[in-house]
């Protein structure tokens, strides 16, 4: 039960003393003073009950896939899995401080395997304090989802057509990216905004995926800074281009792997129910000759895709994407996919999905289709 403010008892108490007392004859005078009384003890327990009442909101979201893929060798692949549950909880402390978070679980659940290693995983995948600096600048610290891209911000299972993320964004960014650190972000009315963070850095050589430290004990010898532009100021279209700079991309100096800079950008125009999405992104890693052929390999690896994607039906839309990506290796190590398919959402917050695939050999020739149901709330 909620605790009982003064005003709230001092209130209770004056009118149960009123009702109480037998009538007596007052002046006009002495009842307009007890009527400005009751009044002002009234607006006291307003107030009071607007500022005790929760300003916590709990959210999330989740998505089950089914994958049947086979390779021109006849292998298959076949899985169900519940890749991800996500909870968010948020709490705004004041109007100019708050609280966001994000916990997630992948694959169910987590266990051991004979060989020592695990499946499954659980992470806080963002967990920071927001500051409003003014009207349209704000600051942050904590664990948070670098700028960077389309879905490294926004992946809830109903905001993009295909069962599965899209692998340039997965393979090249690499999406879900969170770190540690601090940012300042700025939006102006004229759709211009811009993000600046300071975080930690990736810890992987040339392993961009790997590389994620994502805030777990993250050595913080070499720290990554990262820039955003973006324009939506036109209905339907956004314009942005990240870049992002770590003087060493193993945290260590003695070795052969040394800075690298990634940059991306990409743009999204909406015509009437016609979404067309372009992407691409590049990592530059500064590689010695005397370091390993493997790593010499992988100094340059890119990515890029295009999506059309077509509302039919406010609750049916239809896509195709053609996407392609490098990570680098010996000999022809460019992958390609093609993806087409189609979401349903019987709620603006439900999404049903469908899609073909098809990859080139370098990508593992596994064409099939994929199914999936997600939600958000």
């Known amino acids: 039960m909620k605790y009982r403010s003064i005003a709230q008892s001092t209130l209770f108490a004056t009118m149960s003393v ?67 549950f996500v909870l968010m909880i948020n709490h705004e402390f004041n109007d100019d401080i708050r609280f966001f978070s994000e916990f997630e679980i992948e694959h169910a659940y987590i266990k051991d395997t004979d060989d020592g290693s695990s499946t499954g995983y659980v992470a806080v995948e963002q967990a920071y304090v927001q500051f409003d600096l003014s009207e349209h600048t704000k600051a942050n610290a904590g664990i948070f989802l670098v700028p960077v891209g389309i879905m490294n911000e926004t992946h ?11 692998p340039i964004e997965k393979n090249i960014i690499p999406t879900t990216w969170s770190e540690a650190g601090a940012f300042l972000s700025g939006y102006y009315g004229s759709g211009f905004s ?111 895709y295009i999506e059309a994607s077509y509302k039919l039906h406010p609750e049916w839309g239809v896509f195709v994407r053609q996407n392609q990506w490098d990570n680098g290796g010996t000999g022809d190590t460019t992958k390609e996919q093609t993806n087409v398919g189609f979401n349903y959402w019987p709620h603006e917050y439900v999404v049903l999905k469908a899609d073909y695939q098809i990859q080139n050999d370098v990508a593992g020739s596994y064409d099939g289709f994929n199914l999936g149901v997600g939600y958000q709330f």
Not at 156 to 166: K, L, M, Q, S, W
């Open 156 to 166: 809830e299972p109903a905001t993009f057509y295909g069962v599965e993320r899209n």
């Open 18 to 84: 009123a009702l109480a007392q037998p009538a007596l004859a007052v002046t006009d005078e002495e009842f307009k003073a007890l009527q400005d009384q009751l009044d002002m003890l009234a607006e006291q327990v307003e107030e009071n009950s607007t500022s005790t009442g929760s300003s916590t909101t709990i959210g999330g979201y989740g998505e089950l896939h089914y994958n049947n893929w086979s390779d021109d060798q006849g292998n298959t692949f076949k899985e169900l899995d519940f890749h991800r």
């Open 194 to 304: 811009y993000d600046l963070a300071l975080s930690s850095g990736l810890d992987g050589g040339t392993n961009i995926r790997g590389g994620r430290q994502k805030g777990s004990n993250a050595v913080a010898n070499n720290l990554a800074a990262t820039a955003r532009a973006r324009y939506t100021g036109v209905p339907g279209l956004e314009l942005a281009a990240t870049a992002q700079y770590q003087d060493d991309m193993t945290q260590d100096t003695s070795d052969d792997i040394g800075s690298a800079t990634l940059l991306e950008a990409h743009v999204r125009w909406g015509i009437r129910n016609l979404t067309l999405t372009g992407l691409y992104a590049y990592w530059d890693i500064d590689v010695a000759a005397s370091a390993s052929q493997s790593d010499i390999d992988k100094e340059k690896q890119d990515g890029g």
